[in-house]
């Protein structure tokens, strides 16, 4: 065999390795193709992860949240039961006339002494479940607690409450039973007897002859 065949050509030995180059590289460039998808996958796995993480904490919150609502406020139909008795001892006290209480016998302030400590004990109860008593004398007219059964002349700002007919409750921050109320319809028109005639002067119709 001749030298000539032996020796290889330069351009043949680089001709031969270029789709082995090509073959690396395209390797290569398939492996960072990989990885970049493979990072975006994770990405968005992480960013569900995260999504599910918080949409479980919300729950985990609002059911905590229905279920201290719901122990404050099971007692409100009871409580507002309960509320009946409290104005019926009430009215039982305001029914005595003071001369009587004045002249009471020993039984008799007995009794209304009772009356009063159960009256007493039983809004101490309520109290301490949460149900409160309102009289919003001299506040403005609310129609989320107070309902209006008069309008009156008075000297108050109109829509202010300035007489209650029967108390409300708050069991929380709810109203429980709205406090009845006569609300200000603003001062009365003023006396107009002594008012001088359209036209008339000042002092003209004051009676001089005497």
Known sequence: MSDQDNTQNPEDAKAAAAPEQDNGAKADSGA???????QE?????????????AEAENTRKRAAREIADARKYALSGFARDLLDVADNLARALEAIPAE????ASDALKGLIS???????????????????????VGEKFNPNMHQAVAHIPSKAPAGEVVEVIQPGYLLGDRTLRAAMVAVSSGQPPEDKAGAEPDGAAPGSTVDTTA
């Open 100 to 103: 009587a209480r004045e002249h």
């Open 41 to 53: 996958e994770l990405t968005k796995i992480r960013e569900q992860m995260f999504r599910i993480a």
């Open 32 to 38: 960072d193709a990989g990885a970049e998808d493979l």
């Open 114 to 136: 009772g009356v009063e400590l159960t009256g007493k004990a039983l809004h101490n109860t309520l109290e301490r479940h949460g149900v409160r008593k309102i009289s919003p």
